[in-house]
T-cell receptor
Framework: AQTVTQSQPEMSVQEAETVTLSCTYD???????LFWYKQPPSRQMILVIR??????QNATENRFSVNFQKAAKSFSLKISDSQLGDAAMYFC?????????????FGSGTQLTVLP | NAGVTQTPKFQVLKTGQSMTLQCAQD?????MSWYRQDPGMGLRLIHY???????DQGEVPNGYNVSRSTTEDFPLRLLSAAPSQTSVYFC?????????????FGPGTRLTVT
């Protein structure tokens, strides 16, 4: 079974600064997908960014980018120019590329505080 | 297009009571799942379905039942509520199309069992 570990329960960043959230995972599979989800106080789960394991290039979505290290099984999220609206719980998640379903395995989350 | 809807948003039960959490999606997605979210533990998979009439257990299925009689609906039943089932419950759906990635989540149901 796959496991996802987020070792930083809480992080804080000054507005306009850059912050990196860490995520490691354990799997014996070679093809899979990795995701970062954002959960603001409204509880809604919002997909921030995704990475396909077969792609070497790191994914980027505006101010959000990842550092995907497949050999090290590491998948960190970098938020540049942090904004007050970025304050939320962030979850790292793994999904196998094979199989018939689309279930996600989540990490325990990192609570990000953005300081004005 | 409402996406994934869940009812109720909040619920308080007494130990031993039963109830059904409703989940519906209007995107014609084949895959639907139920997760529970507990503090410090992220989201954990309870049950999932790959299509109407097909369900399977996830990581934490005990105490919950599901059925999938239509593509749109995937209700989660608590047969005899226990305080350990106090949690936030999320329903999610996704398409079976190749190279689709996103799971669409409902707004969640906060359940308290006293």
């Amino acid at each position: 079974a796959q496991t996802v570990t987020q070792s930083q329960p809480e992080m804080s960043v000054q507005e306009a600064e850059t912050v990196t959230l860490s995520c490691t995972y354990d799997t014996s599979e070679s093809d899979y997908y990795l995701f970062w989800y954002k959960q603001p106080p409204s509880r809604q789960m919002i997909l921030v960014i995704r990475q396909e394991a077969y792609k070497q290039q790191n994914a980027t979505e505006n101010r959000f980018s990842v550092n995907f290290q497949k050999a090290a099984k590491s998948f960190s999220l970098k938020i540049s120019d942090s904004q007050l609206g970025d304050a939320a719980m962030y979850f790292c998640a793994y999904r196998s590329a094979g199989g018939s379903a689309r279930q996600l395995t989540f990490g325990s989350g990192t609570q990000l505080t953005v300081l004005p | 297009n409402a996406g994934v809807t869940q009812t109720p948003k909040f619920q308080v039960l007494k130990t031993g009571q039963s109830m059904t959490l409703q989940c519906a999606q209007d995107m014609n997605h084949e895959y639907m799942s139920w997760y529970r979210q507990d503090p410090g533990m992220g989201l954990r998979l309870i049950h999932y379905s790959v299509g109407a009439g097909i369900t399977d257990q996830g990581e934490v299925p005990n105490g919950y039942n599901v059925s999938r009689s239509t593509t749109e609906d995937f209700p989660l039943r608590l047969l005899s509520a226990a305080p350990s089932q106090t949690s936030v419950y999320f329903c999610a759906s996704s398409s079976r199309l190749a190279h689709t990635y996103e799971q669409y989540f409902g707004p969640g149901t906060r359940l308290t069992v006293t």
